[in-house]
């Protein structure tokens, strides 16, 4: 759980019409012909509710309730010991009201070959780097999804060739990123959206090979005791866009420039106390700054002789650019968890997250519990209580909302 | 781990020879170490794990696990967990150092976000997945994490049994004792009665349908623990042990959380 890295902006990827991804679905999915009736079959079926509490900022949103359904089949089969493998999961949802969230997208499908201690993996994947839980600054390998939820953990498949050593000195990684994903961004009908829509269909690029610019990604991850610490760099376009104005004034353009980025994740693991820190450094076209965000859980096990377990967490964020360019320059934010270890896996999660800057405030809910064996509830309120004209939240100011999910597991 | 305890057993005989007169706690730990040094040397097994838990009106859910455990030298195992059922916590996986009387190293692995958490270990005594197996029921059990006691000898069912109380050395434990009966021919952990922290008894674990693999190593097909507080209780079935698969210490990574599945 987390705010926006950035609320706004749009991509216009849905559906996916690109090349690159049509030719290695192909090939990996003729490299799986034959071993695909085997393959072990799972996945999901949800569907969402979200009622906004209040009217809409921007005439062209809907208001009230709004529905969706999605759909996440997952294909896997392993082979010689699971030292190879495939891998295939697409996703889709389809919206009542927005037609940027009415979108599919490729999560998953490669191949993984491991060999002794190394291992590789050719395809569409997802890579995760951090260690915090309301935002996420080292995590840069996968485009975000943001039409999926403002929280930032949903993303979109990236294309990649992944090589992996591991060794007495820690996992080596190296990626190789051939393809660029756009950001996605609420449509015209859609809430929690800047006051003028991002155009997903006019997207620019500071380099000339766009979005097929060749990316590139270091990691270097290790544990030492209580300590687990990772070092990446990343050489390619920026996955957060700058946003333009368009021509006539009636729209936001996603300018993509290029980065370097170099970033640090470490992690205490104590017996009640996790310490936390991230810290990245980015050097782009305009811009060359850097971010960190550090916190802990504290976790009391089995409250008053019960088996719920209390987490109370606490993080702050730092970010060097202005507060119109970075959500999180100078926040806040306490949470804490409830898990109460039962048959249904009963969870609560709350968030508060504050600016030290405007004082701005923002308030998350994240429940869930298990219905039988095999559906699962999931209840989420976000209230923007008080936001300030100046902070990135601004346009979001009546998007408070209530979303009530069921997805049925298979 | 072997050497060492080699030492100590031929420490323990000599000593037997010399000073016959034994005391229950010398007993009762020298039990325990038998039986470790029974078990010794099983390097490493995988099985398939099934949990009934069933609650006071009989209402059943299910749990499915693939286990890994690579035996460690001088440390204690390291160990996965696999889950493959409720489908919601499917592919969530759990890798496990464990450490006698330091704190476990642990990782938890969260599919859905491709997510590797390094998380606290301090809660032993929280449920197991819902289920009346306690976190410390299912850990390694390594002799160095409790104190003993001989209590005395009884029969067990088919077996004879010694009865034997043992005491968690343990930070965080959820018990005060817990009562074993262990039968003398092969260490066979017959029932374990465990006591809360108010000493009241809590639970009863009995296991049965014993089977020697690899020549050697005894395990349960069906483990049932009781829960005499609730009314609740837990059925573990085993399936498919295999022992000596094989499985090296790169099995045993954090990133290897990642290709489980």
Redesign the interface.
């Known amino acids: 759980m987390e705010t926006p890295d950035n609320a706004f902006g749009v991509s216009g990827m849905t559906i996916m019409g690109y090349k690159w991804i049509l030719r290695t679905a192909l090939l990996i999915l003729c490299l799986t012909a034959s071993t695909l009736s085997r393959a072990?079959f799972?996945g999901?079926i949800g569907i969402e509710g979200r009622y906004f509490i209040e009217d809409p900022l921007f005439a062209e949103q809907s208001e009230g309730f709004t529905g969706s359904i999605s759909i996440q089949p997952e294909f896997?089969h392993?082979w010689n010991n699971?030292d190879n493998?495939i891998t295939f999961i697409p996703f889709a949802r389809v919206d009542s009201e927005d037609d940027e969230r009415t979108h599919a997208d490729i999560r998953e499908l490669y191949f993984?070959d491991?060999n002794?201690?190394w291992?590789w993996r050719i395809g569409i994947n997802?890579?995760?780097w951090?260690?915090l839980e309301f935002q996420h600054l080292v995590d840069i390998v996968n485009q975000t999804d943001t039409v999926e939820n403002i929280d930032g953990?949903d993303k979109l498949g990236q294309p990649m060739l992944h090589l992996?050593l591991?060794k007495d000195f820690g996992?080596v990684e190296f990626f190789v990123l051939p393809y660029f994903r756009e950001r996605t961004f609420a449509g015209e009908e859609g809430r929690l959206r800047s006051g003028l829509v991002v155009d997903t269909d006019n997207v620019t690029y500071q380099s000339s090979d766009e979005e097929n610019h060749i990316d590139y990604a270091l990691r270097w991850?290790h544990?030492f005791g209580n300590f687990?610490i990772g070092i990446s760099w990343f050489d390619g376009t920026s996955r957060e866009p700058i946003f333009q104005l368009s021509e006539d004034q009636s729209s936001l353009v996603p300018f993509y420039q290029q980065i370097e980025q170099t970033g640090l994740d470490l992690?205490y693991?104590?017996?009640?106390?996790?310490w936390k820190l991230e810290a990245i450094h980015r050097d782009g076209l305009n811009e060359n700054f850097w971010a960190a965000g550090a916190g802990f859980e504290y976790?009391f096990?089995?409250i008053n002789?019960s088996?719920a377990?209390l987490g109370v967490l606490m993080e702050y964020q730092y970010d060097q650019r202005d507060k119109n360019q970075a959500a999180l320059q100078n926040d806040l934010f306490f949470g804490t968890r409830l898990a109460m270890?039962?048959?249904?896996?009963t969870e609560l999660l709350a968030g508060f997250g504050y600016d030290l800057d405007d004082q701005s405030r923002s308030f998350r809910l994240e429940t869930s519990r298990?219905f039988g064996?095999?559906v699962?509830v999931n209840l989420e309120a976000q209230y923007f209580s008080q936001v300030d004209s100046e902070n990135v939240l601004f346009d979001l100011r009546q998007d408070s909302h209530l979303q009530l999910e069921i997805?049925w597991?298979? | 781990m072997k050497k060492q305890l080699f030492a100590t057993l031929l420490v323990t005989s000599l000593f037997s020879i010399v000073a016959t007169a034994e005391t229950d706690e010398e007993k009762g730990l020298r039990i325990a170490q038998e039986a470790d040094a029974f078990d010794a040397g099983f390097v490493d097994f995988t099985a398939d794990m099934v949990m009934t838990?069933k609650?006071r009106k009989g209402q059943e859910?299910?749990r499915q696990i693939k286990s890994k455990t690579l035996e460690v030298e001088g440390d204690g195992d390291k160990s996965l967990s696999l889950f493959l059922?409720?489908?919601?916590?499917?592919g969530t996986a759990s890798l496990t150092y464990s450490h006698g009387l330091e704190?476990d190293?642990q990782w938890l692995y969260l599919p859905a976000?491709?997510?590797?958490?390094?998380?606290?270990?301090?809660?032993k005594?929280?449920?197991f997945?819902?289920s009346e197996f306690a976190f410390e029921d299912l850990g390694s059990q390594e002799v160095e994490k409790y104190t003993y006691k001989f209590l005395r000898d009884e029969a067990c069912g088919e077996y004879e049994c010694y009865v034997i109380e043992r005491f968690p050395a343990y930070?965080?434990s959820?018990y005060t004792r817990q009562i074993g009966w262990i039968d003398k021919e092969a260490y066979r952990v017959v029932k374990v009665e465990y006591y809360d922290?108010k000493n009241t008894l809590l639970k009863t674990l009995t296991s049965s349908g014993y089977n020697q693999y690899a020549g050697k190593h005894w395990r349960p097909e069906s483990m049932e623990m009781i829960n005499h507080q609730t009314g609740k209780s837990t059925t573990l079935s085993w399936e498919n042990y295999a022992f000596k698969t094989g499985l090296t210490e790169?099995d045993f990574?954090?990133?290897g959380l990642k290709?489980?599945?």
């Open positions: 072990e799972s999901n896997r392993q699971g493998g993984l491991v002794g201690d291992e997802k890579i995760f951090g260690v953990e992996g591991n996992l991850s544990y687990d992690q693991t104590g017996e009640e106390w996790l976790t096990v089995g002789e088996d377990d270890n039962d048959v249904q896996s298990r064996d095999s699962k997805v597991y298979f | 838990l609650n859910s299910i059922e409720p489908a919601d916590v499917k704190p190293d976000l491709k997510r590797v958490k390094r998380i606290s270990s301090k809660n005594s929280g449920p997945m819902g930070e965080y959820g922290r790169n990574d954090k990133n290709r489980l599945r």
